[in-house]
């Protein structure tokens, strides 16, 4: 694996040069280097960073509602280095998609651990909810074939066994799949009933 791209958030430019200085010595390529009244979104879109290091003394709202912006539509690992350590300025932090918060700010010899911790941790969390959206959509999927058995059935008059064959031979037939084929069949009857 290459370096990973780096884009620094942060207010003071003096500090921003030191913290781009370390990270090039521990291997990392910094792409930019924003402030944090920058449109975060709209520059991870275009830059597409592996990792996000924001530095502030001591995140606000306004911050932090760009952090949860970027997780929501552009998900990477947010390491956050700042002096506040107020428990529900953490909490705040970690719900807005900070993979790793650090108090007492950047320190060059932390730099490798906590990237390498944020970026496991981030990975761990994207394999969570990936696993946690696949049961959703099995669950999901699951009510849409119930229902267009529950249709065939009342329509055929015949068991659950049968109606899911019509289903899966109906599939079969126009080369769909099976699930596809149970929305057409709740989408008919709906369209039928009005």
Same mark, same amino acid.
């Given at each position: 694996?290459?370096?990973?791209?780096?884009?620094?958030? &942060?207010?003071?430019?003096?500090?921003?040069?030191?913290?781009?200085?370390?990270?090039?010595?521990?291997?990392?390529?910094?792409?930019?280097?924003?402030?944090? !009244?920058?449109?975060?979104?709209?520059? *991870?879109? @275009?830059?597409?960073?592996?990792?996000?290091?924001?530095?502030?003394?001591?995140?606000?709202?306004?911050?932090?509602?760009?952090?949860?912006?970027?997780?929501? !539509?552009?998900?990477?690992?947010?390491?956050?280095?700042?002096?506040?350590?107020?428990?529900?300025?953490?909490?705040?932090?970690?719900?807005?998609?900070?993979?790793?918060?650090?108090?007492?700010?950047?320190?060059?010899?932390?730099? @490798?651990? *906590?990237? &390498?911790?944020?970026?496991?941790?981030? /990975?761990?969390?994207?394999?969570?909810?990936?696993?946690?959206?696949?049961? /959703?959509?099995?669950?999901?999927?699951?009510?849409?074939?119930?229902?267009? @058995?529950?249709?065939?059935?009342?329509?055929?008059?015949?068991?659950?066994?049968?109606?899911?064959?019509? *289903?899966?031979?109906?599939?079969? &037939?126009?080369?769909?799949?099976? *699930?596809?084929?149970?929305?057409?069949?709740?989408?008919?009857?709906?369209?039928?009933?009005?």
């Amino acid at each position: 694996m290459g370096k990973l791209n780096v884009t620094i958030v &942060d207010d003071d430019s003096g500090r921003s040069i030191i913290l781009e200085r370390a990270l090039k010595d521990a291997g990392y390529e910094v792409v930019a280097i924003l402030s944090s !009244h920058d449109n975060l979104l709209m520059h *991870i879109e @275009k830059i597409q960073p592996d990792v996000i290091i924001v530095d502030l003394e001591s995140p606000n709202r306004d911050s932090l509602e760009s952090m949860r912006i970027v997780t929501q !539509h552009n998900p990477k690992p947010i390491v956050m280095f700042t002096n506040e350590a107020d428990d529900s300025m953490i909490s705040e932090a970690i719900n807005a998609g900070v993979s790793a918060y650090v108090v007492d700010g950047f320190n060059e010899s932390r730099i @490798k651990p *906590i990237m &390498d911790v944020a970026i496991a941790r981030f /990975r761990e969390f994207q394999a969570l909810r990936s696993e946690l959206q696949k049961t /959703r959509d099995t669950l999901e999927e699951r009510k849409i074939m119930d229902r267009a @058995k529950g249709i065939v059935m009342s329509q055929r008059q015949c068991n659950e066994d049968e109606a899911y064959k019509t *289903i899966r031979s109906l599939a079969m &037939d126009n080369n769909k799949r099976i *699930i596809e084929v149970a929305e057409q069949i709740i989408s008919i009857t709906g369209a039928l009933k009005n």
